[in-house]
């Protein structure tokens, strides 16, 4: 009998067995992972901000030989002084990421600048050889009207945000103006404006908010050099004679900007609970 009653409860877990294994399973949902932003892809952007120029600015005077510091030259202090206004611009750029988190690239822009400053003498001048030119006036300065910059690009990612620095050569356009009258007599008048490359080096950071939106803020130092504009005298009473001013042209610049990345950006994620069962 025992042995008759365990057969017929072993024929009863097979069968419940197989009945649970034809039923059909819960379904699960899906976990649904968030794609990574990556900074890959091309940009454009605009930007604003300010700007300061620095300029170092020490007279110059030269003999008819082309002696620096002949009797006859005016000597003036050198001055330092800075100026400062506002710049707007617009930029483009390529930016590679890596799995690491490493992030390369470069980028280009160009920005309006209303940068300038002037300076001016006014007094008893005396000379290299112990004279002196009484009711004398000197008026220096130079004025940056545009700056690109040609950058590289090297920061490290996270998620959405990105540090880098970057580096590269600058050109902007510069004019110097310098006069020089000496005891009454307007002598020298220099003017001269050119195209002029230099470096630029900096840093800033950028956040992603929206699939294709980001908003950054840049710090920039540019030195575009120095160079030196002389004038022959307007009459004849330093003949051979040369005057004028060297002045050096840098600064800083201080960037807000928003960048538009092309591409398909950041998918959108489905709602919570939208994922169907798994097949």
């Known amino acids: 009998m025992h042995r008759t009653l365990g057969s017929g409860l072993l024929l009863v877990l097979l069968s419940q067995t197989a009945v649970a294994a034809d039923l059909p399973r819960a379904a699960k949902p899906d976990r649904v992972v968030p794609p990574l932003f990556t900074w890959t892809g091309a940009y454009a ?8 120029l620095d300029r170092a600015t020490q007279f110059v005077c030269t003999g008819p030989g082309g002696q620096p510091g002949a009797r006859s ?46 300076d001016r003498w006014r007094g008893t001048f005396p ?10 006036v000197a008026h220096s300065g130079q004025r940056l009207d545009d700056l690109t910059t040609l950058r590289g690009k090297v920061g490290f990612a996270v998620d959405r945000t990105l540090v880098y620095a970057t580096g590269g050569l600058a050109m902007g356009n510069v004019r110097i103006d310098n006069n020089l009258t000496l005891s009454g007599f307007p002598l020298f008048d220099g003017r001269h404006g050119e195209m002029r490359l230099g470096y630029v080096a900096g840093a800033g950071i950028e ?45 800083f610049l201080t960037r807000v900007g928003l960048n538009y990345r092309f591409g398909a950006g950041l998918p959108d994620l489905p709602p919570a609970g939208a994922a169907g069962p798994a097949t």
């Open 73 to 118: 030259c005016p000597i003036l202090p050198g001055k330092q002084a800075s100026d400062d206004g506002f710049v707007a611009g617009g930029e483009l750029g390529y930016t590679w990421q890596l799995e690491s988190g490493l992030v390369a690239g470069g980028a280009a822009d160009y920005q309006f600048t209303r940068l300038w400053g002037y």
């Open 207 to 251: 956040h992603a908010f929206s699939e294709h939106l980001s908003v950054k803020v840049e710090g920039l130092y540019y030195d575009l050099g120095s160079r030196a504009v002389l004038a022959a005298p307007s009459y004849p009473l330093l003949t051979g004679y040369r005057a004028g001013t060297r002045i050096a042209t840098d600064g």
């Open 45 to 52: 952007g605009l930007f604003a901000g300010y700007g300061a």
């Open 127 to 136: 000379t290299e050889g112990g004279g002196r030119y009484p009711r004398s």
